[in-house]
């Protein structure tokens, strides 16, 4: 049974490399998808680009267990030497932008899926649900979804992991900084020169330490990365100047206290972007947790954030691949990665005690 679905696992793997998926634009992965389910006579719904389907026998009586995943590319990187949309095997690895991240985690979390769908005496239900947008943290991806499921009790996230357990990741803050001046000819030293206000806000965020170290996150840190005025010419000091921080949380900072402890430092106007991709934790204690630390599982904190981050039960994140591949030039997933996913998600709901 389970060579079967691994099998299956791998051509559904590569037709989704063949097949761009760009965020928001993932129409032709979700038909795949939805066509791979139909072929299996498993009914699903589908909002926007999200796939959801549920166990044959699902009870509203039982815990319900969330298996998600998404199906959305970042566009390839500019070193690619392979073609990105060719899925090619050599030497054990399956080569093809999207094939860690997160196509890997996707279709073994569909074969566990898969493995326990007819099984009429589980003691939880399980909704299975392919997201889209996860790359961008948009609208139209799992939180479109979430408002349309039923009581969800706890769930797995699938990214790459090494089929270790990230209980923690860091929450992501974006914040947009304006430092505003008073604009003057350059040559007559007059004006208050905007870039001089950002420099030493930034200059501080450089040797600021945020005090609370987390034991699994570590400090959160702030990093600017995009800086400018409005100036085309260079004889003018500028009146306002623009930078961008990228604000990484660990779980023992709220994103108010942040902005607040900022704002009380910086002379620049802040703005946050984005308050919704918050550190987010699962208890050590947690069933999930303790069942893969029963199968000998390590546990860490995840420095990424992802779909977890929009979910409003416990989960685990948790998959086959390495998140130091995601994004990078000839992605590839090892073929032994996704049968010893299958094998392990499997195992792990089997050993769940409730």
């Known amino acids: 049974m389970t060579n079967l679905l691994f099998n299956d696992a791998v051509l559904l793997l590569k037709q989704l490399i063949a097949t761009p998926s760009f965020s928001k634009n993932e129409s ?120 349309h499921l039923p009581r969800i009790d706890m769930g797995i996230v699938g990214e790459p992991t090494q089929m270790q357990m990230a209980v923690a990741e860091r929450g992501l803050m974006v914040i947009d900084a304006v430092a505003t001046g008073t604009a003057a000819h350059a040559a007559r030293k007059e004006g208050d020169n905007a870039l001089y206000k950002a420099i030493n806000d930034i200059q501080w965020l450089q040797q600021y330490t945020f005090d609370r170290v987390s034991n699994l996150l570590g400090a959160t840190f702030a990093t600017v990365t995009v800086i400018n005025t409005e100036n085309t010419q260079h004889n003018i000091v500028p009146a306002h100047c623009h930078f961008v921080m990228d604000v990484r949380v660990n779980e023992l900072y709220t994103f108010d206290e942040i902005l607040q402890l900022l704002r009380s430092n910086l002379q620049s106007t802040l703005t946050p972007r ?45 998959g086959p691949g390495d998140s130091a591949r995601s994004h990078t030039a000839d992605e590839f997933i090892y073929l032994d990665d996704i049968q010893q996913g299958i094998a392990v998600y499997i195992h792990l709901l089997n050993n769940i005690v409730l």
């Not at 546990?299 to 989960?315: R, V």
């Open 274 to 318: 984005s308050t919704r991709l918050k550190s987010t934790s699962i208890a050590l204690e947690h069933p999930l947790v303790q069942a893969g630390l029963a199968m000998g599982k390590t546990y860490y904190g995840s420095p990424t954030t992802s779909d977890k981050a929009l979910m409003p039960f416990p989960t685990l994140k948790m």
């Open 28 to 147: 032709g992965t979700a038909a795949i998808i939805r066509t791979f389910l139909e072929q299996r006579g498993i009914p699903f719904t589908s909002i926007q680009h999200n796939i959801i389907a549920q166990n044959k026998y699902f009870d509203a009586a039982k815990p319900t267990i969330f298996l998600n995943s998404h199906h959305d590319t970042v566009k390839p990187n500019a070193g690619f030497t392979l073609h990105p949309y060719e899925p090619i095997e050599n030497n054990g690895k399956l080569y093809g932008l999207g094939s860690n991240d997160a196509g890997g985690c996707l279709v073994s979390l569909l074969a566990c899926f898969l493995h326990f769908y007819h099984q009429q005496a589980l003691p939880f239900n399980l909704i299975f649900v392919a997201s889209a947008e996860e790359e961008i943290s948009g609208v139209n991806g799992i939180e479109a979804v979430l408002p």
